[in-house]
């Protein structure tokens, strides 16, 4: 093992395990699945940090998908939303007329989704519902809700791993952990 990965380790303690995790993504897409029987969802993932859950997700969900991406950014270098939204680049897929999922790892404040979902809905999808690994109700800054979660975080802590970062590292860690000071 690297010293990278044994410095990680000791900074960490792990919240989820790789197959906690795994098995959470798994019931998820089956429950997509069943509400979208019949129809052939577009995936839009919200980067950075969903990459790696909506490549899990995407596997467990059994129906014909399309995968397209947004970027948008509030947190920079810091651990604490900007409350500023920009979004960075854009889908490339005509969603009119289309059942969107928006895809995303952690929903805190709303601010990202909220503002991610209004650029959405502005281009007339048939359905668009939300996707969230982790759910953070307690941070939320405006009245948002996931229609679909992994987990739902009861304590103020900043997460990393499986996608989620901090200052551009950590999101290799197969598991979901607490950065420790």
Do not use: W
Not at 24 to 43: H, N, Q, S, W
Not at 78 to 93: K, L, Y
Not at 108 to 136: H, I, M, Q, W, Y
């Amino acid at each position: 093992m690297s010293n990278t990965a044994n410095k990680q380790k000791r900074e960490i303690e792990v919240l989820y395990s790789q197959s906690q995790i795994a098995e959470a993504v798994k019931r998820l897409g089956e429950e997509i699945t069943r509400d979208y029987e019949g129809l052939e969802p577009l995936f839009v993932g919200v980067l950075k940090g969903s990459f790696v859950f909506m490549a899990d997700l995407i596997r467990a969900v059994d129906l014909p998908s399309r995968v397209d991406f947004i970027t948008a950014k509030s947190y920079g270098e810091n651990t604490v939303s900007s409350g500023f939204v920009r979004i960075v680049n854009d889908v490339e897929e005509v969603i009119e007329g289309r059942h969107v999922i928006v895809v995303e790892d952690i929903l805190e404040t709303g601010n990202t989704l909220s503002s991610v979902c209004e650029v959405l809905r502005s281009r007339n999808p048939a359905s668009l519902k939300v996707c969230a690994f982790l759910d953070k109700e307690f941070n939320r800054k405006i009245q948002f809700y996931a229609d679909y979660h992994c987990f739902t975080l009861e304590e103020d802590s900043f997460v990393i791993g499986y996608g989620l970062d901090y200052a551009e590292r950590y999101r290799n860690l197969p598991y979901l952990g607490v950065l420790k000071d």
